[in-house]
C-alpha cells in the first residue's frame, strides 16, 4: 500500500507554543485529511483538502495541501491542554484511502 | 445525531470461533471502510465499499470477509480468526459532493482480542 510519511513522531511543547507537524508522500493524492484521536476514541476530522495549494483554517488549525499534491502540513496555534493527543494525516488516491502513522502531541500546562 | 455505530466495544474471543463485528451509520453515505490499528503502523484499510453489493479489498483483506446488502451496514467477518487479528478496529463511512469526498466520519472502535 501507499506510505505516508509522517513527521514528527512525537512533540512535547509547552502550552501556548505552536505546532507544526507534516505528511509526505512518494504518491500524489486527490484529497488530504487532518484527524485527531483520543484515547479510547476513533479519529474525529479536523480538516479537508481537496486542491492542491489549498489553505484551510478551523479555528486555531490551519492546515495546507501541498503543490506538488505530495505533501500536506498542520499547525495549531497557541496550544491548549486539550490539544493533547494523536494526529493523523491521510491522503486519498481513486476510492482508497491512506493514513500517517500519526503525531503524538503532549501539551504541558 | 449523524454516527457510526460499531458493536461491540470489546470482544475476547478464541482461535477459529467465527465472529462478526457490525458497523452501522445513518448519514446515507455511499462509502464505507473497515480499518485496523496496531502500534507504530497507524491505521491500515482491510476492506471498503463503494455503494451496496460493491466491495474491493483494502491492505490488509487476508482473513477478513465483509459484506454490503444495504447501504447503512457493512458488517466485518472473521471466520476463523488468530491471535495475529488482536487489534484495535474501526469502521469508517463517507459522502461524495460532486467530484470532491466528505472526510470520514468513524466508529468509536472495536478492541478484539483473539487468544
Known amino acids: 500500500g501507499q506510505q505516508l510519511n509522517q513527521s514528527p513522531q512525537s512533540m512535547f511543547i509547552q502550552e501556548g507554543e505552536d505546532v507544526s507537524m507534516n505528511c509526505t508522500s512518494s504518491?500524489?493524492?486527490?484529497?488530504w485529511l487532518w484527524y485527531k484521536q483520543d484515547p479510547g476514541e476513533g479519529p474525529v476530522l479536523l480538516i479537508a483538502?481537496?486542491?492542491?495549494?489549498e489553505l484551510t483554517s478551523n479555528g486555531r488549525l490551519t492546515a495546507q495541501f501541498g503543490i506538488t499534491r505530495k505533501d500536506s502540513f498542520l499547525n495549531i496555534s497557541a496550544s491548549i491542554p486539550s490539544d493533547v493527543g494523536i494526529y493523523f494525516c491521510a491522503g486519498r488516491t481513486g476510492n482508497q484511502f491512506y493514513f500517517g502513522t500519526g503525531t503524538s502531541l503532549t501539551v504541558i500546562p | 445525531e449523524a454516527q457510526v455505530t460499531q458493536n461491540p466495544r470489546y470482544l475476547i474471543t478464541v482461535t477459529g470461533k467465527k465472529l462478526t463485528v457490525t458497523c452501522s451509520q445513518n448519514?446515507?453515505?455511499?462509502?464505507m471502510s473497515w480499518y485496523r490499528q496496531d502500534p507504530g503502523l497507524g491505521l491500515r484499510q482491510i476492506y471498503y465499499?463503494?455503494?451496496?453489493?460493491?466491495?474491493d479489498k483494502g491492505d490488509v483483506p487476508e482473513g477478513y470477509k465483509v459484506s454490503r446488502k444495504e447501504k447503512r451496514n457493512f458488517p466485518l467477518i472473521l471466520e476463523s480468526p488468530s491471535p495475529n487479528q488482536t487489534s484495535l478496529y474501526f469502521c469508517?463511512?463517507?459522502?461524495?459532493?460532486?467530484?470532491?469526498?466528505?472526510?470520514?466520519?468513524f466508529g468509536s472502535g472495536t478492541r478484539l482480542t483473539v487468544v
Open positions: 483538502l481537496y486542491k492542491a495549494g
Open positions: 465499499s463503494m455503494n451496496v453489493e460493491v466491495t
Open positions: 448519514m446515507n453515505h455511499e462509502y
Open positions: 504518491s500524489i493524492f486527490n484529497t
Open positions: 469508517a463511512s463517507g459522502g461524495r459532493q460532486g467530484p470532491s469526498y466528505y472526510g470520514y466520519t
